[in-house]
């Protein structure tokens, strides 16, 4: 059985890149307790030989040509950025 | 002047054919319908000055006999399809200011063919939810009320916006999508017709995606006819989309000649449950009965794995969600929040943590930790295999029948705030919709009666993939057997 603390909380929102605020550890902690232990019930389930069904389309993915049928168009790549500097997406400073 | 925003499509579509209707006319009573509407909060952006363009180009391009089924109609489009250079926030606001540069391939199929944008619709935030409480934009309010009461009920979720303005007579028809039940269970909600085509059938490309092996899109229309007319304008193949499959889009409008005679429709046992309202069961006798009287055999069949689809789609639907969302990093569009001195690994925290909502964050968090390492196997790779046991279900079904036949949702449209506080009650909404969602069927909700409050009640209709054309056919007889005329009092005009 899922037993989520608040440490492991943390650890999740941190690999999720969440801010979640100390008060509200504890309290995601039982929400998300609460759904994973009704989920462990597929544990009942026999799936052995089962193979992991990832799609719905039977279809192979489709080849293409491999030629470049699209570009040029950084104004347009940029136009929504909430920060962007020649050309570039602006990103608050990374490397002392 | 007749009010012409309780027009059906294929009315429309025939009055102005013949020259009784112009594409103007048509679109300025709606515009005017969509602001008498804004206390059902289903519009989060108004586009008047596009559609009376779009009506026009439509009445000359009616002129010279190029008409398409679509051409003219005035529409609501939900938020999460990208319109270029309008409000395309999936209703979230992370995604604060965004107007994209590209076209989703549904809406521009439906440009292509003449029709009318009146604007954006509401919805759950990146359609996660049942009741559209989780909208950034706050919740949108069903037109219907119960008998005598003047209390406001939930739409559904998470296209609550498509199926109020529909309902509400605010659009002719409206794009919506389906994850889990999206389209289905709203639809059940407000007395509209909702179709969710067989998964591949309608582009993904453009859409905002929240699980990309269940995201299809679909219409909510006030008929069965409409639904066929507009399903058709959004279909086909997209080779910008890799899960789009190449296969023809028949004429479903054609399909709908209302003999089901000789066909074979289940009944899948697994669905009566436990505490299910008597009303719900009645409802499905009812449905029973209407296919019987039409000729059709009933045959009960079981779909053994039913009652895990749920906590399988919530490892698979979260877990895909988690993956997807992690697009929104304030770096390319959308909000941004910088804590003072703050690096770029705070940036990504705070405008994540302004950005999603409380839900949204919730599956992020399931999706992520059903993805972390020493967990993957356990709950991702399990649910997986437990999808594929719930798609062999439905093959075996389909081998004896061909349609099936439950109802849409557990219950009828409940109160705000009735389930919000619980997150299991809330997915249990989706509980008759979540299993052919995993399956990546063709599904329906057509509404077939009222509640004893007087709320609108839905029955589902499944098919086999790419198999539409006899959900709508039997969806026709169902509607023509429940004669549903009844609406909701125009009270919010």
Redesign the interface.
């Known amino acids: 059985m899922s037993n989520i603390d608040k440490a492991t909380v943390a650890k999740i929102a941190r690999l999720a890149r969440i801010k979640i605020d100390e008060e509200k550890l504890e309290p995601m902690a039982g929400e998300l307790n609460n759904i994973l232990g009704w989920v462990e019930q597929l544990a009942e389930v026999n799936t052995d030989n089962i193979e992991p069904m990832s799609s719905v389309v039977d279809a192979k993915l489709r080849w293409r040509e491999d030629t470049v049928n699209d570009g040029d168009k950084a104004d347009s790549v940029l136009k929504n950025a909430p920060n962007a500097e020649f050309g570039f997406y602006a990103v608050p400073k990374v490397i002392e | 002047m007749s009010d012409l925003t309780t027009l059906k499509i294929a009315e429309a579509r025939d009055l102005l054919r013949k020259g009784d209707l112009t594409a103007r006319e048509l679109t300025e009573a709606h515009i005017a319908a969509v602001d008498a509407a804004d206390s059902l909060n289903a519009y989060i952006e108004k586009t008047p000055e596009i559609a009376l363009g779009q009506a026009d180009a439509a009445d000359a391009r009616i002129k010279v006999g190029n008409a398409k089924g679509m051409t003219g109609i005035p529409i609501g489009i939900k938020d999460l399809f990208a319109t270029k250079g309008v409000h395309t926030q999936a209703c979230s606001h992370i995604l604060d200011?965004?107007?994209?540069?590209y076209e989703s391939t549904v809406t521009q199929n439906l440009w292509d063919d003449g029709a009318v944008m009146l604007g954006k619709l509401n919805m759950d935030e990146f359609a996660m939810g049942s009741s559209n409480e989780t909208s950034y934009y706050g919740p949108v309010k069903n037109p219907w009320r119960a008998k005598g009461s003047n209390s406001d009920f939930v739409p559904g979720g998470s296209s609550g916006g498509s199926v109020t303005s529909v309902a509400g007579y605010a659009a002719m028809g409206a794009t919506a999508s389906d994850t889990g039940g999206s389209i289905r269970q709203p639809a059940a909600f407000t007395g509209t017709f909702g179709m969710k085509p067989t998964?591949?059938r309608c582009s993904r490309f453009g859409m905002v995606a929240f699980a990309s092996?269940l995201d299809q899109a679909g219409p909510i229309t006030r008929d069965v006819r409409d639904g066929a007319i507009m399903l058709e304008s959004m279909s086909g193949f997209d080779?910008k989309d890799?899960?789009s499959?190449d296969v023809p889009v028949p004429n479903f409008e054609a399909a709908l000649t209302g003999d089901i005679r000789g066909m074979k429709i289940g009944i899948p046992q697994e669905y009566h449950l436990a505490g299910m309202p008597g009303e719900i069961e009645a409802l499905w006798h009812q449905g029973i009965e209407w296919m019987k009287a039409a000729g059709a055999e009933v045959v009960d069949i079981n779909l053994p794995?039913t009652k895990?689809a749920l906590?399988?789609y919530?490892?698979v639907a979260p877990a895909e969600a988690?993956s997807n969302l992690?697009r929104y990093?304030?770096?390319?569009?959308?909000?941004?929040n910088?804590p003072e001195n703050?690096?770029?690994?705070?940036?990504?925290?705070?405008t994540?943590?302004a950005g999603?909502g409380e839900e949204v964050?919730?599956r992020?968090?399931?999706g992520?930790?059903v993805l972390?390492a020493g967990y993957y196997d356990a709950?991702y790779?399990?649910?997986?295999?437990?999808?594929?046991?719930i798609?062999d279900d439905f093959k075996r079904a389909f081998e004896k029948v061909d349609a099936i036949l439950t109802p849409t949702a557990p219950s009828a449209a409940f109160a705000f705030g009735e389930k919000s506080d619980d997150?299991?009650a809330m997915y249990l909404n989706d509980v008759f919709t979540v299993p052919a969602s995993?399956?990546?069927l063709p599904g329906s909700s057509v509404p077939a009666g009222l509640s004893a409050d007087g709320l609108p009640l839905g029955l589902q209709v499944l098919g086999k993939?790419w198999d539409e054309e006899t959900v709508l056919k039997v969806s026709g007889v169902i509607e023509e057997a429940a004669a549903f005329t009844s609406q909701p009092d125009l009270w919010w005009r």
Do not use: C, N, W
Request: charged share 20%; hydrophobic share 35%; glycine share 10%.
């Open positions: 200011g965004f107007k994209p540069e998964y591949g092996s080779p890799s899960t499959v794995h895990y906590p399988t919530y490892i988690s992690a990093d304030g770096v390319r569009y959308g909000l941004r910088v703050g690096g770029l690994t705070d940036m990504y925290e705070a994540r943590a999603f964050k919730r992020i968090m399931i992520t930790y972390s709950y790779l399990k649910a997986q295999k437990v999808r594929q046991l798609y997150p299991l995993l399956a990546g993939a």
